[in-house]
């Protein structure tokens, strides 16, 4: 449920859900966002430019000339969190990864501190089933939980300045794909084909949502097109 | 590279490039970006004789719009003085509305300080006043031409009041915005009678060039006729020309 509800600036306040990262937590956060969003896109709420949703935050924009902050700060107080769905989420994917050393840069290295076999630490993250908990820090990059305790590590001392387009990366309880070359700290553990963010595509530009589930399928280097 | 794109050529201090921003699509992990001060970008574009653009309406169209295909990207040029060329391939994919401003311009709006905090949200009805004077101008432009001093003139009324409504936000932003709105009102009032000024002194000007106009005409009239006088010894006087008054200020 929501904590508090604080103003961030005079255009936008911030739904704090607590400081816990769970996926309860984060779907009563994305619940509110898709509420947010049908509620904005159909104007009955007026004003709302921008719903932002994270892990356990839910960042509301808004237009003073059409609104203001203690106007959405009473609609969302009064919306039942409970009767909401999560609508437009929950889709079930499979994506390919390669756990090649050419790609899993980190896994030598995780082996070491994990104290865990790389074929340990592969089936471990093949058999957990990732949940999308929000998509940010660059077009359609997920922030999926949550690993298997075993795997639980700590980000590279020093990062990367390039990480390799499709890397499939882990840090603390969670995992990561990086849909661009950008700079990096996880650990790296193996790559996928998969495009996550596609300019092209006009409907649906980014292939995960919020409230996605997510299982990874291992495939030899010659199947990674 | 995408196949439309900006080339600064010289850039300089306080130098930016700024569109509109990408709004309601953060949570697909895109930054919104777009102008650093909304006031201001709104000003740079009545300075430059812009549509008078609806931000909000941008905004929220904006997923829309890129749903549908039609990217919408409005560029402002901000008060920084540079030079660039916009490289416009393909109109489909970059729907541009490019906004540039002459040197003069750019000039008096940075002397004028139009960057400055963002005064949003503090006294609605000086927006409203704000409004009506963009209105004003964008009406007396559309009519009428200006010279270059008149530009710089109406610029002056337009900053003066736009500094004034802004110390007034400010200064009314916690008191008792009643005295806030009455001073607003106030204020509207003496731009309004500056504006109103402006219109009478170009409608002057205007109808002072046209009668010299006419004079230069009659007078060309009457040397062509005193020279076909001279060859068919026929007396014909130029015929007289009136020209209208000024029209007064209602007629905006």
């Not at chain 1, 911030?14 to 898709?34: A, H, P, Q, T």
């Not at chain 1, 950008?182 to 998969?194: A, C, F």
């Not at chain 2, 927006?127 to 031409?145: G, S």
Request: charged share 25%; glycine share 4%.
């Amino acid at each position: 449920m929501i904590k508090k509800i604080t103003n961030i600036s005079d255009q936008g306040i911030i739904c704090d859900f607590g400081e816990e990262v769970n996926k309860d937590i984060n779907k009563k956060v994305i619940s509110l966002f898709n509420y947010l969003k049908e509620k904005s896109n159909n104007d009955e709420i007026k004003g709302i430019y921008n719903v932002i949703p994270s892990y356990n935050k839910l960042v509301v924009h808004f237009d003073l000339e059409k609104n203001n902050s203690n106007k959405i700060k009473e609609i969302i107080s009064s919306v039942d969190l409970k009767k909401l769905t999560t609508s437009q989420s929950g889709k079930a994917w499979t994506i390919p990864v390669c756990y090649d050393d050419e790609f899993a840069l980190d896994l030598e290295n995780l082996t070491k501190s994990l104290k865990l076999s790389k074929e340990e630490i592969i089936k471990t993250h093949l058999e957990t089933e990732f949940y999308v908990y929000m998509i940010g820090f660059m077009p359609g990059h997920p922030y999926m939980g949550d690993l298997d305790k075993k795997l639980f590590t700590s980000r590279l001392q020093s990062p990367r300045v390039q990480v390799p387009i499709g890397s499939v990366a882990i840090a603390e309880k969670f995992c990561i794909i990086y849909p661009y070359l950008s700079p990096g700290g996880w650990n790296i553990i193996g790559r996928t084909s998969v495009k996550l963010f596609d300019t092209k595509n006009l409907t649906n530009p980014c292939l995960f949502s919020p409230g996605d589930t997510i299982k990874f399928k291992k495939v030899s280097k010659s199947e990674l097109k | 590279m995408e196949q439309s794109y900006f080339e600064v050529l010289r850039a300089g201090i306080n130098s930016t490039f700024q569109d509109k921003g990408r709004f309601g699509v953060q949570y697909m992990g895109l930054a919104p970006g777009g102008a650093m001060d909304y006031q201001s970008f709104l000003l740079s574009n009545v300075l430059l004789n812009n549509d008078n653009v609806n931000y909000y309406d941008y905004r929220k169209n904006f997923e829309h719009n890129i749903i549908n295909g039609m990217p919408t990207s409005l560029v402002k040029q901000s008060t920084a003085l540079f030079n660039y060329i916009f490289h416009y391939v393909d109109s489909s994919i970059f729907n541009t509305k490019v906004f540039v401003a002459s040197d003069t311009f750019l000039k008096r709006a940075k002397l004028n300080g139009i960057i400055r905090n963002n005064p949003y949200n503090m006294l609605d009805d000086a927006y409203i006043y704000d409004e009506k004077t963009k209105i004003f101008i964008t009406k007396l432009t559309e009519k009428l031409t200006l010279s270059k001093d008149q530009q710089v003139k109406l610029n002056d009324i337009f900053f003066a009041h736009y500094n004034m409504m802004r110390d007034l936000r400010l200064q009314f932003k916690n008191e008792d915005k009643e005295i806030g709105k009455k001073a607003a009102k106030e204020q509207w009032s003496r731009t309004e009678q500056q504006l109103i000024m402006m219109l009478n002194d170009v409608q002057r000007s205007k109808y002072n060039d046209e009668k010299m106009k006419m004079r230069k005409n009659m007078m060309n009239r009457k040397i062509k006729n005193e020279k076909g006088d001279l060859k068919n010894s026929n007396n014909k006087k130029p015929v007289e020309v009136d020209v209208e008054e000024p029209l007064d200020e209602e007629a905006f």
